[in-house]
Nanobody, 113 residues
Framework: VQLQASGGGLVQPGGSLTLFCEAP????????MAWYRQAPGKQREKVAHIRISGADNYADSVKGRFTISRDNAKATVTLQMNSLKLEDTAVYYC????????WGQGTLVTVSS
């Protein structure tokens, strides 16, 4: 199953974006979820993780700026990104954690002035 992320776009440094992802309910309700990103020329990395309980944790590079949340009733996970920096430019993906599902196309976030 591919999980499709949406909500990316072009934003200036310091701006905000919210990313969205919907998963099949049968997968979502039993899975920890995460947002990942892959910047040009770099390996994919996990930036935010959320347990079924809602407990979350973040990569140091985004801590204090990004917030992951999940709606177990709607089987959706979001990533609120604030104070975006140039180095946040990447394709963002959602997946389970560990990433058991097929990677979708992701959504491109470009931070540029």
């Amino acid at each position: 199953v591919q999980l499709q992320a949406s909500g990316g776009g072009l934003v200036q440094p310091g701006g905000s974006l919210t990313l969205f992802c919907e998963a099949p309910r049968r997968i979502f309700i039993v899975s920890e979820m995460a947002w990942y990103r892959q910047a040009p020329g770099k390996q994919r990395e996990k930036v935010a993780h959320i347990r079924i309980s809602g407990a979350d944790n973040y990569a140091d590079s985004v801590k204090g700026r990004f917030t992951i949340s999940r709606d177990n009733a709607k089987a959706t996970v979001t990533l609120q990104m604030n104070s975006l920096k140039l180095e946040d430019t990447a394709v963002y993906y959602c997946n389970t954690d560990p990433p058991f599902q097929t990677w979708g196309q992701g959504t491109l976030v470009t931070v540029s002035s």
